[in-house]
């Protein structure tokens, strides 16, 4: 959403331009204790909304905003209310400039653009540890809280956290949901509703990822950024349909365009918005067990020398993933987990999507009953958690899941990310 470039806002109405990043940095508030929250001055924003949006790095003068309202086809603006990120100084933001918009049918889209990933490279860097993170995320809620009802946004409302693309890993992904989920804890604490503002390729497929995870508190709201010139909602396999599917998503689908409408121009990024705040999103799954392997968890999987690592391809689960050539004997790469107790559970597998693996790759699970194989296509359903079935496994720690090379298919065998769940 927001480069480290300025972006300017050229306007036949004068409206302020953005000054370059660093040179008007507004520093984040300290940590607040929770507050109860102030009568707000608008109804809750976004709100209840279907249409498009879009947003830019200053907040546009009074001018830009009606010449928009009069002759654009959007209906909502991002508005930067705080955060230690923001490149733009933000001289027409005030309650004022916020009332007047509310009262003339603009819905608005608050953004606290602070913390950033810390494998990513934006600062200020959240730590890479994931109960600092959560305590980060904490703090970022009450700055972002506090600016909000400033302004008379109150209560209802949904504050968006804008984190920036990162090259995601499964330590830096643990290090971002931890902070999304002290984020949501405590905006739901002071009465917000919690949303997220992130590519779709990092932030959103990690949210995604980890949709059922109970260890994470779950957003209410995400906002895609995937600018594939399409005005929906749609995620495409960066997040599955099912999730947040009951109006919680925007889509930032187009970026870092210049638009007129009533004479006045503006650089923007376009976006489309299918919100709610009278719809509640449904209510968290039970507390149950599950874990996941990576290929890359320390002493959690085990392969034989013909299994190669590779980090070629984009939709893999974590850093890299291992991959080896079929053949007529038994190679089994393993992944290894303590199962709790013996019962149903339910094992999902994840590989990276490519045409060219190998269509017959068997799956071994250790079951009670013996190694059962399942053929899963890895030419097909990649880049996301793919679903072999239910099984009963054994109480107690050791290898659970293997990939086999012993295939009559084509292709390399890939063995990536397995995931179990008690059923």
Known sequence: MRRPTTRLISLTAAVGLCAALGSAVVAQAAPAQPQPVLAAAVPPQPGNFVGKGFDTCTAPSQAAMDAWRTSSPYRAVGIYISGASRSCAQPNLTATWVSNQTSKGWRLIPIE???QAPCGNRA?????????????????????????????????????????????????????LSFVSGWVDRLHARGYLAGMYSSGSSGIRDVCLEYN?????????????????????????????????????????????RETWGGVTMNIDRNYLDVATGQQPPPPPPQQWTTTVDN???????????WSTSSYSGSRYGADYRFAEPTQSSDVAWYRADIPETGSYEISVWYPADPGYN?????????????????????LNGGRWTSIGVFTLAAGDGNKIGVSRWTAGSGYVVADAVRITRN
Request: charged share 15%; aromatic share 10%.
């Open 113 to 115: 653009l602070g913390y």
């Open 359 to 379: 269509n017959q790759t068997p799956y071994v699970v250790a079951t009670t009953s013996g190694n059962k194989s399942v053929m899963v296509d890895q030419r």
């Open 124 to 176: 200020p860097k959240m730590s890479a540890d994931p109960a600092t993170a959560r305590s980060q995320g904490r703090g970022a809620a009450d700055s972002a809280a506090n600016a909000a009802q400033a302004l008379g946004i109150g209560a209802g409302s949904t504050i968006y956290n804008d984190i920036e693309h990162y090259p995601t890993t499964t330590a830096c992904r643990a290090a971002v």
């Open 213 to 257: 995870n109970p260890s994470y508190t779950r957003l209410d709201q995400i906002w895609i950024a995937w600018w594939n010139g399409v005005a929906d909602t749609d995620a495409g396999a960066y997040c599955s349909d099912a999730y947040y599917a009951n109006h919680q998503r925007l889509h930032q689908y187009a970026g870092d365009v």
């Open 296 to 306: 890359a968890t320390s002493g959690r999987f085990v392969a034989g020398a013909n």
